[in-house]
């Protein structure tokens, strides 16, 4: 697989800053999707994607998970630009610690069954249910939190209470793993884990056929009417058939492309010159993965000293890194995140500048074992550009340039084989406490997040008050506060957004809208 949720694993504390604010009411009219109440019954989008490891929502731990938990299963709210939309719900009231969903009422099950509140309760119970033990769950409701679930069917309602304060609790239901399963799902998990659980989906598309790491093809339901309340206009018709072909390596995927094999594929930044404006293909950029460099700071390691990380940094030029990353197209990030994200800081002055001498006075004969995902780059360039740089200082660096499960399996599972990682983080619901999770709390092996044991009381307190602030304006002043002290004690290096890249044959589209990474929106225009 190549991306995962953080391209690589979910994040167990993390949350989102969200623009939904404490009290307000968000309604949209659900209509209908503008492009997607007519399609053609022979239309077809011919698409890539990575190997999932299940169709289970709940269970979504790589990219490929959630994109295909959005074909068929509904949530109840979705992110568009400039705010959240309604998906199975109308209307919403929030406070710091509940929220209400009016439902929509034309919404159904693939078996025909009513979308009724107690269909939604009985999804969210099993979603919120330990026993389940639901990757996004702290993401969406906070790290630690009691929550309870009541329907009212007659008036169409659904209200989530909290225990404890936790503002984007309804940013956290647009994510694809808190998908509404149909009662026929939960009666047979075995089934809805494999997609094979007739009459489970929510969503638009049921899925046909599969070949196991080779291809999934979707189809979609003939009765469906429950389209997002989009604000944003999408051109284009929806397809009657998704199919989705597994093909890894970019260059090969643009060469389907260009042969007429595949509609959309994804393409690294390398591959943007073959397509734009080429023979009638286009381009799709959308902002998407935080890079940042997270250090094991262990005691007896080599990074449990603070003098050694700031060399590491000194070391690294993030516009060089930027440039063999992304060929430009990325953006340099200050904070973990990209630009547009609530809360973050653009400025530079809080950044350690680049000093090589200064680096070289520290790291000289330094011993480092360097690990990285290979999506840092093509085939892992940008871990490579990081070796080099730390070896021009006078480091002894060895570097494991891997796939994503061994990546996944050395730092996460491996405590004492690693030094230094490029973290490769898929912040779904566009949070500046998304990557800070990385950082607070029990370590990994403990069944926390903290993946380089940090151990730094400023970060850790700061991060509390801002999960459990009411207004956004506490809870951005909290999450900065947090960001600046791991830069300070450089905990981690903010390296640069790296884009998700589509190249597209004449004729399709593809958007991604409000920062949505799980929600790509395909279309045919043509």
């Not at 209470?161 to 047979?188: E, F, H, N, Y």
Request: aromatic content about 6%.
């Amino acid at each position: 697989m190549r991306q995962t949720r953080t391209r690589a694993v979910p994040v167990t504390a993390a949350v989102a800053v969200t623009a939904v604010l404490a009290g307000c009411t968000t309604t949209g009219s659900t209509s209908g999707d503008p492009s997607g109440g007519d399609a053609a019954a022979a239309t077809k989008i011919r698409t890539t994607i990575d190997v999932p490891a299940g169709f289970d929502p709940a269970k979504a731990l790589s990219l490929p998970d959630y994109q295909l938990a959005r074909n068929s299963y509904d949530t109840l709210v979705r992110k568009d630009d400039g705010g959240l939309v309604g998906g199975l719900a109308t209307k919403w009231k929030n406070t710091p610690t509940s929220a209400t969903f009016t439902l929509r009422a034309d919404a159904t099950c693939a078996d025909g069954t009513p979308i009724t509140p107690t269909v939604v309760k009985g999804s969210l119970d099993r979603y919120i249910d330990p026993k389940t033990a639901a990757p996004d769950l702290p993401t969406v409701f906070g790290p630690g939190n009691t929550v309870k679930v009541t329907a009212d069917d007659a008036a169409r309602t659904v209200k989530i209470t909290l225990a404890r304060p936790w503002g984007d609790m309804v940013t956290g239901l647009s994510v694809a793993s808190t998908g509404i399963v149909c009662p026929a799902g939960l009666k047979d998990l075995k089934a809805l884990a494999a997609g094979k659980a007739k009459g489970s989906q929510s969503g638009p598309y049921l899925l046909e056929k599969s070949q196991s790491g080779v291809s999934y093809s979707y189809t979609l339901r003939p009765e469906y009417k429950a389209w997002p309340a989009w604000r944003t206009k999408i051109s284009g018709k929806v397809a009657a058939t998704l199919e989705y072909l597994v093909s890894p390596d970019p260059t090969a995927t643009g060469n389907l492309v260009t042969s007429g094999q595949l509609d959309i594929g994804k393409i690294d930044a390398s591959g943007i010159p073959r397509f734009d404006g080429v023979g009638g293909h286009t381009v799709s950029v959308s902002r998407f993965s935080d890079f940042f460099l997270l250090f094991n700071e262990r005691p007896g390691t080599v990074f449990a000293d603070v003098a050694t990380r700031r060399a590491v940094a000194q070391a690294v030029d993030r516009a060089a890194f930027t440039k063999v990353v992304s060929k430009d197209t990325g953006e340099p990030s200050t904070m973990f995140v990209q630009k547009d994200i609530p809360c973050n800081d653009p400025g530079s002055s809080f950044l350690v500048p680049t000093d090589k001498a200064a680096a070289a006075a520290v790291l000289k004969g330094k011993k480092i074992r360097l690990v990285g995902p290979q999506v840092v780059g093509p085939a892992g360039a940008g871990n490579q550009y990081i070796q080099e740089a730390l070896r021009a200082a006078g480091a002894d660096v060895t570097l494991a340039n891997v796939d994503v499960g061994a990546w996944v399996g050395t730092v996460f599972g491996k405590p004492d084989a690693w030094d230094l990682t490029v973290f490769a983080d898929l912040n779904f619901l566009g949070s500046l406490a998304n990557p800070l999770a990385h950082f607070v709390g029990p370590t990994v092996p403990e069944g926390g997040g903290n993946l380089g044991a940090v151990k730094n009381p400023v970060v850790n307190k700061a991060f509390a008050q801002g999960a459990e602030a009411t207004t956004e304006g506490a809870r951005c002043a909290a999450y900065q506060k947090a960001a600046k002290a791991l830069i300070s004690q450089v905990d981690a290096v903010p390296l640069v957004n790296d884009p998700f890249i589509y190249a597209l044959r004449k004729g399709f589209s593809a958007q991604m809208l409000g920062g949505s990474l799980d929600d790509p929106i395909l279309r045919i225009t043509g």
